[in-house]
């Protein structure tokens, strides 16, 4: 089993309904979900510092992450 790893940009400008329009999947395969996990917290921060900086403070933006299992066929 492999994992991705999936970014979900979300405002919380509404804290009881906060809303999440784009999602970032990362174009890295990981071998086991601690070693995508902890890529995950580094992955958010870099996105919203990179991406989506300007807009922070404005739109109280987070990320939310996770790690999916995928299924890969070993090749012979």
Not at 21 to 28: A, F, G, K, Y
Not at 40 to 46: D, L, P, R, T, V
Not at 52 to 67: M, Q, S, T, V
């Amino acid at each position: 089993m492999k994992y991705v790893l999936i970014l979900y940009v979300c405002s919380f400008m509404d804290i009881t309904n906060p809303s999440c329009s784009e999602t970032h999947v990362i174009p890295l395969e990981f071998k086991n979900y601690q070693e995508c996990i902890l890529q995950g917290y580094k992955s958010a921060h870099n996105t919203l510092k990179e991406l989506y900086g300007d807009r922070i403070e404005n739109e109280k933006l987070a990320i939310k992450f996770n790690c999916q299992a995928v299924k890969v066929e070993e090749k012979v």
